[in-house]
């Protein structure tokens, strides 16, 4: 028996023996610094040191089972003094070599009076993994990388980036004069014409030619209104004299009140010597009477769900100056002085924002200055007039109206024939592309005469016309213009053509070059009214 004791006491020593005699030798912490998971590190304090106690070899089960869940029993965690270790720093106490020897080290230093608690970053245990209230989360900025490194772009100021180009850097930029913005413009050049007075024995000339507009539009933010005037005088430098001058002035008023309904109202005046097509002949002038025009309407606009409903009334004033004869006297036109009183009503139903089409009725009165004019004939008559159409609102892209109807002008004379035709109106815009624009416009007029026995005439006038903005600083234009006079009781009619082509050239914003051709051609089954005229025109002009 005391052989056994002897020789369990052995056995039980020899390990014992063997790690205090250094047959596995000391393992430092810097030589398993790079095999262990890396950790913030606890500088050792004093205190601790003193505090740490020698190495003493444990069996296993010696000790009971740590339940403390503030020591960290990991595999691979480190000392507190791991950094000084890997700095090559020594200690002249004996790291411990085993997980237990480690966690009663730990609870000896947590136990120690008068120590302060230190921060830890021990591995979390798993009931820390729960969230039970409000985390903070990253900001947007945080998960995107910025680029402020030595190889990120500089951005520029502000101040020097470039400016958002103009879509249109040749167009007047206006005036503006209280609440309205006025753009004027005056053009000055030399017109060579093969025509001078586009009579039939017209002779060519050269003419000075100033002709001068006037834009104006409001800055309202719920009604508009808009001013265009222009004046032109011509003057012959050489060949046939011609001295004349044109003007006009148009003014347009929109109000819109509650309820859909609009006002508008609109006031024109225009001068022009007559034109030689004229429908009245005076033989042997030595120039051509002036006549003016003065017109005005007044109209309400409502709206009743899809249904359109329009009341206008309107007024035209024509009168005619005096007319030279050759023979120096002059030839009183009074007699062919009249005002027209018309009232419409137009009813439309909207099948769609672009498409409305609409039905109009028309009655009015013509009223002469002179009950019976030179030859004896009362001249004043009864209007009636009725059209259908429609009304087109793309936006931009195209918009206007179209109309086809009928017109009767009954004299109060029953020895003049009643005047009786179709009409037709249009005001088209059409943009197929942009810089782009396509215009039609066409009118029916009756007109008067003179000549005893007859009623008058109706005319037809057409126009379509290109706009091309071929380059931001080259603008180019081209039409064509068709007049169809039929006269009312006899087979006679006449028909004007004419073309022209012009381009303006913008040396820059505010001035540029323009130039123009022109031929006309007229033709008449009455004797010695036909006419051709070729014209060319070069000049300046100046816009604001």
């Not at 930029?173 to 913005?181: A, K, L, P, Q």
């Not at 753009?183 to 017209?202: I, R």
């Not at 039905?359 to 009165?365: A, D, L, N, T, V």
């Not at 913008?506 to 540029?512: E, I, K, Q, S």
Request: proline share 5%; aromatic share 6%.
């Amino acid at each position: 028996m005391l052989a056994t004791a002897s020789a369990a006491t052995l056995l039980c020593a020899l390990p014992v023996h063997a790690q205090e005699a250094g047959l596995r030798g000391a393992i430092s912490e810097g030589d398993t610094a790079g095999l262990l998971r890396t950790r913030p590190a606890q500088q050792a304090t004093p205190e601790v040191q003193d505090q740490a106690a020698t190495y003493q070899p444990i069996s296993p089960g010696a000790l009971p089972e740590q339940n403390d869940p503030t020591i960290s029993d990991e595999l691979f965690s480190e000392p507190p003094n791991a950094d000084a270790a890997a700095t090559g720093a020594r200690s002249s106490i004996r790291p411990p070599t085993t997980a237990l020897q480690r966690a009663r080290d730990a609870r000896e230093k947590l136990a120690a009076p008068g120590r302060a608690a230190t921060p830890r970053t021990a591995t979390p245990e798993p009931d820390e993994d729960l969230t039970t209230g409000t985390v903070r989360q990253g900001t947007v900025d945080s998960l995107t990388e910025e680029e402020n490194g030595p190889e990120s772009e500089r951005q520029g100021a502000i101040e020097g980036r470039r400016p958002v180009p103009d879509e249109n850097p040749f167009e007047p930029t206006g005036i503006r004069f209280g609440t309205f913005v006025l753009k004027p413009s005056l053009e000055q050049g030399v017109t060579a014409t093969s025509n001078a007075d586009s009579s039939s024995d017209g002779k060519s000339a050269v003419l000075s030619e100033t002709t001068l507009r006037l834009n104006a539009a409001s800055d309202w933010d719920n009604h508009s209104a808009t001013i265009d005037a222009y004046g032109i005088f011509r003057k012959s430098v050489s060949g046939q004299e011609v001295k004349d001058t044109e003007a006009g002035i148009d003014g347009r008023l929109q109000l819109d009140f509650a309820d859909d309904i609009r006002a508008i109202a609109s006031l024109g005046y225009d001068i022009r010597p007559e034109s030689a097509s004229s429908p009245v002949v005076i033989v042997d002038t030595a120039s051509r009477p002036v006549r003016h025009t003065i017109d005005g309407s007044v109209g309400l606009e409502k709206d009743v769900g899809k249904f359109r409903f329009a009341v206008t009334g309107e007024a035209t004033r024509e009168s005619y100056g005096d007319a030279e004869l050759s023979d120096g006297t002059t030839l009183s036109q009074e007699d062919r002085n009249s005002t027209l009183y018309a009232g419409r009503f137009r009813a439309g139903y909207e099948i769609s924002p672009a498409l409305t089409p609409f039905g109009e009725i028309e009655y009015g009165r013509r009223v002469h200055d002179l009950r019976f004019d030179t030859a004896g004939f009362e001249r004043s008559s009864n209007r009636i007039g009725a059209r259908a159409g429609v009304e087109l609102d793309m936006g931009e892209k195209f918009g206007g109206e179209i109309s086809a109807g009928w017109l009767s002008e009954d004299f109060d004379d029953d020895r003049l024939e009643t005047i009786s035709a179709a009409t037709i109106a249009a005001d088209l815009r059409w943009s197929p592309m942009r810089g782009t624009i396509v215009a039609l416009n066409g009118t029916t007029l009756v007109e008067g005469s003179t000549t005893p026995g007859e009623s008058g005439s109706v005319l037809y006038s057409g126009r379509l016309s290109v706009e091309r903005q071929i380059r931001a600083n080259l603008t180019g234009f081209a039409a064509a213009g068709m007049g169809w006079r039929d006269y009312a009781g006899r087979d006679d009619h006449e028909l004007r053509l004419s073309a022209e082509a012009g381009l303006t050239w913008w040396l820059n914003r505010y001035a540029g070059l323009t130039g123009r051709l022109r031929h006309e051609t007229f033709d008449s089954t009455l004797s010695g009214r036909d006419s051709k005229t070729n014209s060319v025109f070069v000049g300046l002009r100046v816009q604001r």
